[in-house]
């Protein structure tokens, strides 16, 4: 590395220099241009992966929604077929839909069932592995965490099996108990909580560990300060702990919310197992028939827009109310 | 942000453009030893590959590899998907015919009428190959298998408790109501709500018309005299609980296959296979009888059967269709088929000449396949219409319904919203309607 290689033409500074450090006083111009351009290059593999898999498929979808595919007469042969532009004539029939609105229903309700009791039991888990006394810490982390590990389709199908009382050893112990009418959890009143069930059994673990690493951030000296004032093991937990991870909290529920209205591989799994789930059970399930059954991606499309605009929507909301009272004092 | 969009609609255009081109008309040029034409083939026949295997060791210039598919759902899903995205597509597929309409709809599958012999036609029964022509001048596939119904009975139980075979839908009543009065935890079967192929069966015995063609416009007649009497037969003996009214196919059903639960079953020919897989503690128990009748109508349905189709993406049309005649034609291949997937070859002749002994599984019914050739020779003709799946997945959900509520007018009122919801479809997408 030389001065005649480095330097810039009509430059006559002598002196060698190294290769990163700046260069001639003479080229600002060029300099700038060169630094303006470094941010861009690091930022180039996010925006390339984000545009090609993310924008790029959310535009074709919001393309695919405002278009509708048209065939005349019988719609045998290749010409019989046009695509033209529907405006918002999917977005209406997805509105309309009885069987839409009804799939959100029973997802509000899943929701309702599922979140505070997966996040409760998550919370004390958390607490109890975090308590002084106990034991076997690893081994009970492990354990809980484990059935997160499980593809959702697994877990449906083993959890399927325990469900059919011709082959759920649980139905056999009923017998043998003399229980006779032990209703089955894929009956139509109790399958949305069988599907609670498998959310639940899967995401504890999940959410457990995200609230667990949260409390070993916490530094021990403020629980050393409320032993010493005299606070109970159970009035650290709920007046210190709890609110020192509620930032971990809020994270969870809004990720639990958002899975939530997400539902499909239970539900799905679960079909046709039982009379009782319909092929249009969760909105995304809907979505699904529309795009693969019924091969009508446009309308698929449209509902995927509306899903992705409401879940946006309700995760928005939530942080705007819970934001203000969680870290209302940090502000 | 403002690149972003601008990228995004680039790259919406491009996709767009994938979709224009596509679909070319070239019927391929011929292989050699040296350089053979490749094809590729999604099925899901079980050892498929095996049959092809003989294939591709007598024709080194044209070889054949089998993509093993989940099943004939997801093959089509996958076939459509490759369709409009332009590229993927295999050459040859293997699709049921109630698909055939669906996908000719979507121009997925090639006319290859111009590519294969004119003496094919004569190897297959006329109802079959009606479906692969849908009664026009094209050919969109050479026919495979077919699926007449038969009904499946424990022989032993029918004995133990001194019932006889029904051969009316009455009789199939009684002897119902009296196996599961004799033990209340027994069924002679069950309304599955999840298949919606065998009710079409059913209905296609009653002489039911699903959808016609009537000029240049689409019939739909599921919410007639045909379908309304099966529903209301099957309502009725849902209501009384007489048959079960859980889904087929789920590891409950299995269990009750195999401890006697679910002591008869109306199948199609196919059924050894399903009850050895599924209850294979019960071999040599089981008896085949054809499907019981609507007072004395000899007539039938098919549940399943399948053809080999060329696909419009195939680059070697006219190899491709040297393939598939050969698979579905010729005596060595059908043998195979026979042997090797378990198959009722859907080539007449070819299927009285191979099918000689009966299924192990059937042993103890040495007339096994003459039944099933009674049970072939009977099936009513049926059109499958563009929009199947719709009303396929319409019958899963409203006949789910139905099967919880186990009413007679819960089970009409089913059938009532299939026809709505196939309607509806099909004006939708802007066909024509003749109503």
Known sequence: ?331 | MRSAIRTGAIAAIAAAALIMTGCSADTGSTGTADDPIELTYWAWAPNLDKVVDIWNSEHPEIQVTVNKQDGGDPAITKLLTAIKAGVGAPDLIQAEYQKIPTLVASDALADISGSIGDDVAGQFPDGVWQSVTLGGDALYAVPQDTGPMMFYYRADLFEQYGLTVPTTWDEYAETARALHAADPTKYLGTFSANDAGWFAGLAQQAKAEWWSIDGDSWGVGIDEEPTQKVAEYWGGLVAEGAIDNKPMYTPEWNAALNDGSQAGWLGAVWGPGVLSGNAADTAGLWKAATLPTWDGDVSNGNWGGSSTAVTSQSKNVDAATEFATWLNTDPEAVAALVEQTGIYPADTDAAASVLTEAPEFFSNQPDFYDVAAEAAQAVAPFTYGPNVNVAFSAYNDEFAKAAEAKTVDAFLAAVTAMQTTTIDDLKAGGFSVSE
């Open chain 1, 1 to 331: 590395m030389t001065a005649t290689v480095d330097a810039p033409r009509g430059d006559t500074t002598p002196a060698p220099r190294h290769p990163l450090a700046p260069r001639s006083p003479k080229g600002p111009k060029r300099r700038r241009a060169k630094g303006a351009l470094t941010p861009w290059m690091m930022l180039a593999p996010g925006i390339v992966l984000f545009t090609v898999f993310m924008a790029a498929p959310i535009f074709y979808t919001l393309a695919l929604s405002f278009q509708k595919e048209q065939v005349k007469g019988l719609g045998l042969g290749g010409d019989s077929r046009t695509r033209e532009f529907a405006g918002l004539e999917n977005y209406v029939s997805t509105f309309s839909d009885p069987e839409f609105l009804a799939s959100v229903g029973r997802v509000l309700v899943y929701g309702l069932i599922l979140v505070p009791t997966m996040l409760g039991l998550a919370l004390l888990f958390a607490l109890l592995l975090d308590a002084r006394r106990t034991g076997a810490k690893g081994f009970s982390r492990v354990s809980i965490f484990l059935p997160y590990a499980v593809p959702a389709v697994i877990s449906s199908l083993l959890w399927g099996f325990l469900y059919l009382p011709a082959v759920s050893p649980f139905y056999w112990i009923f017998e043998q108990l003399g229980w006779d009418d032990v209703p089955s959890l894929l009956s139509p009143g109790l399958v949305i909580f069988a599907i609670a069930n498998i959310g639940l059994w899967g995401g504890v673990g999940f959410n457990m560990i995200v609230m667990y690493t949260s409390l070993k951030a916490v530094p021990s000296d403020i629980y050393e300060a409320a032993r010493i004032d005299g606070a109970s093991e159970v009035q650290i937990a709920w007046r210190i702990k709890v609110p020192i991870i509620m930032p971990a909290l809020i994270m969870t529920a809004l990720f639990s919310m958002i899975a939530t209205l997400q539902v499909f591989a239970e539900p799905m799994t679960l079909r046709p197992l039982t009379n009782s789930l319909s092929t249009s059970w969760s909105p995304l399930m809907f979505v699904y028939r529309d795009a693969f059954t019924r091969d009508d991606i446009y309308s698929a499309a449209a509902t995927s827009i509306i899903i992705a605009l409401a879940t946006f929507a309700i995760s928005f909301l939530f942080l705007r109310v819970v934001q203000r009272r969680a870290f209302g004092q940090e502000d």
